[in-house]
């Protein structure tokens, strides 16, 4: 028996909101989710009119639910954004194919520009070359480390003003947990913020538009407007820890509805007791990136591949990032420790 | 993406024509059901109607290949797959107590980055 929508009362509801339980028509979700991404835009105050902004497009729901609302809203309500799509192609063959192929569809669809920045142009490596030097184990810490860096370096090169991501509620949720669980203080403070303010040369600041958007009705949307996105996954290494994180919190939200929301909400009103020793927020001295050491995670990644010392980066080899600063030679037995590579 | 395309199967006085699409990452669903995305089934009759409970388990033993988990937990399916029922939330149908159709057109999209 159909249930009728809790708004017009004229239509078939197709889905009842996570949110707040109301039974929606298409028509009554649509314009519902449209209007709370802007009203999450106008009271963060995201934008400012004549600034560039750069959307990371993967070709996946979020990007381009992002993509697509992003366009809508800048006309709807004049904004006066530039808009731009930024996708980043790793370099791994057969992965990328098609989730590019969408994006560039995408292009044409919403009619943004696009621009895609290769690993290649941005630090000289493609990730098959990467996994034919450092073996598939260990991989990952590159997939992680240069793929956080990949939109700044492309956004800089791009010169956009901003960058926004396609995060939602349950992302954001899901890396409370992750830094509780790791015990990463640094991380939780910072991570519930809708946008980061530029710190430092080699960072643009980013704003997550979806933060208070449920992946449920980001799927949904995505679907009922038969918008063209991609399935993607790391085909190297899924993120296992990560995975179990989502896991864990789809079983909470199952019990308890209001989980993602009340998450999110810890984590944005923790405070962290004068005393915690935080790391000091420094800039790499070669790229300009945030970094607590001298060199920042991917200059040394970089640094050990081309060395032909692909396990620099991995482990903890923070004493050795002076000497390499000052390119000395590194000892015979350093050396040693840095080349064996498990497969 | 395709959504469901109703009215395109006769009816069976036999059972129930139905047809399933899943919406899986490449890897949950070539492990899942050997990548077919599209799925078009016939129920047995039986005496009383078929429902959603019913159903989840008629596909685990039927179509599902591979590590089942990945779809199924404890009688319903893993929390973060969504469920439309002639392409609406299921959550409006009731769900597991949903009584099938001839002609029905169930989707499964898993929201979870392994699945
Ligand atoms: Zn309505
Ligand atoms: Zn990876
Ligand atoms: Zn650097």
């Known amino acids: 028996m159909p249930v009728q929508c809790s708004s017009c009362r004229e239509k078939r509801a197709v889905l009842k909101r996570p949110k707040t339980g109301h039974s929606l028509c298409k028509e009554c979700f649509f314009w519902a989710f449209e209007e709370e991404v802007h009203q999450t835009i106008k009271a963060a105050e995201l934008f400012k009119p004549g600034e560039s902004v750069g959307i990371a497009a993967s070709g996946g729901k979020d990007s381009t639910v992002l993509a697509h609302v992003m366009k809508l809203l800048n006309e709807r309500y004049n904004y006066g954004l530039d808009l731009m799509l930024i996708s980043v192609d790793e370099g791994i063959t057969g992965y990328r194919d098609d989730s590019l192929e969408t994006v560039k569809r995408n292009q044409q669809q919403y009619e943004l520009p696009l621009k895609i920045v290769s690993y290649e142009e941005l630090y000289g490596w493609t990730m098959d070359a990467i996994v034919k030097q450092v073996g598939l184990k260990n991989n990952c810490t590159f997939c992680g480390v240069f793929r956080r860096q990949a939109l700044d370096r492309g956004a800089i090169m791009l010169k956009v003003d901003k960058i926004c991501t396609g995060h939602n509620a349950d992302d954001v949720a899901e890396t409370v947990l992750m830094n509780v669980l790791r015990g990463d203080i640094a991380r939780l403070r910072r991570c519930t913020a809708i946008s980061t303010t530029s710190e430092g040369d080699g960072v643009v600041p980013r704003c997550k538009p979806l933060k208070y958007a449920y992946e449920k009705e980001i799927v949904l949307y995505a679907y009922f407007k038969k918008l063209d996105y991609f399935s993607t996954e790391c085909i190297y290494s899924p993120n296992a820890y990560r995975g179990h994180a989502r896991t864990f919190l789809k079983d909470l939200e199952s019990i308890r509805s209001s989980s993602i929301i009340d998450i999110i909400h810890s984590g944005e009103n923790l405070s962290v007791r004068d005393g915690v020793k935080m790391p000091v927020q420094g800039t790499c001295s070669r790229c300009g990136y945030i970094s607590s050491q001298a060199l920042c995670k991917s200059c040394v990644l970089l640094e050990g591949l081309n060395r032909g010392l692909p396990k620099l980066g991995i482990g903890k080899h923070h004493r050795l990032h002076d000497k390499l600063l000052s390119q000395q030679p590194l000892t015979e037995k350093e050396e040693r420790k840095l080349k064996s590579v498990d497969f | ?115």
């Open chain 2, 1 to 115: 993406m395709h959504t469901c395309n109703l009215g395109k199967y006769q009816f069976s006085i036999f059972g129930y024509r139905l047809i399933f699409l899943f919406f899986f990452n490449s890897r949950a669903s070539e492990l899942l059901f050997d990548g077919v995305k599209e799925h078009q089934v016939t129920l047995p009759g039986q005496s009383d109607p078929w429902d959603m409970k019913q159903l989840l388990v008629w596909i685990q033993r039927n179509l599902l290949k591979e590590r089942p988990e990945l779809f199924v937990q404890g009688e319903s399916v893993r929390p973060g797959i969504l469920v439309l029922i002639n392409d609406a939330d299921w959550e409006l149908m009731g769900e597991l107590d949903y009584q099938l159709q001839d002609q029905d057109c169930i989707v499964f999209i898993s929201t979870l980055h392994g699945g």
